[in-house]
């Protein structure tokens, strides 16, 4: 990759560890609700429902409120948990009040942004939610890495909508082909960047299947065989 000026990265599950920082928020819900659910059953149903939820969040099938009262909702009802709406809600809100107090990193996101910040000016595009995302950046301590934060919120679509990108091209006053977009997501942060003729490096821990023309890495170290 030449002529390179701007990298774009994701946030959640590409630097920031989602999966873990979420499963330490939960457990001390849990504590404080007096919730007896067996904790690992509760996440094996929790987490590919909230993936799926926040697929039609992305695909605006659905409100924010919706995506953080159903995810919720749906999981106790699969694990039979006898629950009231007020609890659902309090859970919602403890969850987001909490989640930015735990942050650890995805392995070697301090090292590959050590060694890419003095080449390169760097950048966050993310589907996160405004008010999470920008204290997960700053109490992670990786918030001075980056010039420019872009959320969905702020821009009124979610990637892999192509008016994001647009947006985040013309913030940095720059073309497509000096940028590179950085991402877990291989609709959402790959093909929609690639769409806009932006080059993109899939950051694949699962490898998951993805087509030819895709630049993969399976660790963020990595990522400096093309930077």
Known sequence: MTGIKHIFFDLDHTLWD???????????????????????????????????????????????????????????NVLDYETTDELIHQISEDYIEYLSDYNFLIEGTLDILEYLKPKYQLHIITNGFKEVQHKKLTKSGIRDFFDLVVTSESVGVKKP???????????????????????????????????????????????????????????????????
Do not use: H
């Open 18 to 76: 989602f999966d873990k920082n979420s499963a330490l928020t939960f457990q001390q819900i849990f504590k404080e609700q007096e919730i007896t659910l067996d904790f690992d059953k509760f996440l094996e149903v929790y987490i590919p429902l909230n993936l799926k939820y926040w697929r039609l969040f992305r695909e605006d099938q659905i409100s924010k409120e919706e995506l953080r009262y159903r995810r919720l909702k749906d999981v106790f």
């Open 161 to 227: 909508n192509p008016k994001i990108f647009d947006f985040a091209l013309q913030e940095v006053n720059t073309e497509p082909e000096k940028c590179v977009m950085i991402g877990d997501s291989l609709e959402a942060d790959v093909i929609g960047a690639m769409n806009q003729k932006i080059p993109a490096v899939f950051y694949n821990p699962n490898n998951e299947k993805s087509a030819s023309n895709v630049k993969s890495v399976s660790a963020l170290l990595e990522i400096k065989q093309f930077l």
